[in-house]
């Protein structure tokens, strides 16, 4: 079941009608009433989607629907308590009351009303984005199921990267459907390339091949990067589309030079009926660049890329900056065995094997 669901997540990517659906599954995995995407930006109005409703509480859960529908038309999410939860940017899914005070709660007009419909826990992740938006899935469930499982957590935890990957779509195309190839990538304003794991790249946009100091081409009709430490991670990614495995990183940081800033490569599997899309091609290869917000006030960009926890990617930063792990570990404050085993783990996640590799893959994203 969550194999499938990973595939239909992927899929919601880029058919943004799917959203629905994969927010039910999601829910009933969890065994929760509802749940939720929302992008936040500075920038645009706040926009999202909800599960579908279920047919034993298909009037309860209208009156959520419309809940939800004020939240997303008004400005609720700048609610202090709500946005003490968002700036911390916790790499998993949290209980939402836990970043709230008794006072906030008392004053959450939204909270109440939801209770008063019978909602009762909410989980919550947010998902920075490298263009300084905020993507968040909430999952909510009635008061009379009482409080989430711990394996429940783990559950949606397990799905959490794949939600982040395919939330960078859902920011790019607004929930709306691309219905084009290169036109919807050109129209993303991101440099973008579709291409088969085992193939040639099929197609690419003006802002891709005016990148040509980055991008270069490979035997085959195929695509490497210029800077050797991003293009071994990109080549081991698509090896494992190719073998249909999950790889250890599909966000990929590219250093800064003098003519351009540093960019995240990202590569999204394209899943189901978004083969379709894609005129067949199972990846699509997207460059973004950094940048700051509001919503991501000081965005550990490390988090949503990575997956790390914000305890691993402090740690990465630190280590980053020039520190040795021994002060690293002084300046996080923990111990050397707890540094150790952060820098395993962050090790795993960044496809890296040693300290000065994993130090010349992030130094000069000016994302720390």
């Known amino acids: 079941?969550?194999?499938?669901?990973?595939?239909?997540?992927?899929?919601?990517?880029?058919?943004?009608?799917?959203?629905?659906?994969?927010?039910?599954?999601?829910?009933?995995?969890?065994?929760?009433?509802?749940?939720?995407?929302?992008?936040?930006?500075?920038?645009?109005?706040?926009r999202g989607k909800l599960s579908s409703a279920s047919s034993d509480r298909d009037e309860s859960l209208r009156d959520v629907q419309r809940v939800f529908d004020e939240f997303v038309n008004g400005d609720h999410w700048r609610f202090p308590g709500v946005l003490r939860m968002y700036n911390l940017q916790p790499a998993r899914f949290v209980h939402v009351e836990a970043f709230m005070t008794p006072e906030d709660i008392e004053r959450d007009a939204q909270r109440m009303r939801l209770r008063a419909l019978g909602i009762g826990a909410h989980l919550c992740t947010a998902v920075p984005m490298p263009g300084g938006e905020l993507v968040t899935y909430v999952f909510q469930r009635w008061q009379e199921d009482g409080d989430y499982r711990q394996s429940e957590i783990e559950g949606l935890d397990r799905l959490r990267p794949h939600l982040a990957r395919a939330g960078l779509m859902a920011v790019r195309l607004g929930l709306e459907r691309a219905h084009t190839t290169v036109s919807a990538l050109q129209a993303m304003g991101l440099p973008a390339a579709i291409m088969r794991s085992t193939g040639p790249v099929q197609a690419v946009n003006a802002l891709m091949e005016a990148m040509?100091?980055?991008?270069?081409?490979?035997?085959?009709?195929?695509?490497?990067?210029?800077?050797?430490?991003a293009n071994r991670l990109f080549q081991q990614a698509v090896a494992a589309a190719r073998a249909d495995i999950e790889p250890s990183v599909r966000?990929?940081?590219?250093?800064?030079?003098?003519?351009?800033?540093?960019?995240?490569?990202?590569?999204?599997?394209?899943?189901?009926?978004?083969l379709d899309i894609f005129s067949g091609a199972d990846l699509l290869v997207v460059a973004t660049r950094v940048s700051a917000s509001t919503a991501v006030p000081s965005p550990t960009i490390l988090t949503g890329l990575f997956d790390l926890t914000p305890a691993e990617a402090k740690l990465a930063t630190s280590l980053a900056g020039g520190l040795s792990l021994e002060a690293a570990a002084a300046e996080s404050g923990v111990q050397m065995t707890t540094a150790r085993t952060h820098l395993d783990r962050i090790f795993r996640k960044t496809g890296t094997r040693r300290q000065g590799q994993l130090v010349a893959l992030l130094k000069g994203t000016q994302l720390l």
Not at 17 to 28: I, N, P, Q, Y
Not at 212 to 229: C, N
């Open 251 to 274: 966000s990929i940081p590219i250093p800064a030079t003098d003519e351009r800033p540093a960019l995240i490569v990202h590569l999204l599997p394209l899943r189901r009926s978004a």
């Open 1 to 46: 079941m969550a194999e499938d669901l990973i595939d239909r997540i992927y899929e919601a990517a880029f058919v943004p009608e799917k959203w629905s659906d994969v927010l039910t599954r999601a829910s009933r995995l969890s065994d929760s009433a509802t749940g939720s995407i929302l992008v936040l930006s500075d920038k645009s109005p706040v």
């Open 212 to 229: 040509a100091s980055v991008f270069r081409p490979a035997a085959l009709g195929r695509m490497a990067i210029a800077d050797a430490e």
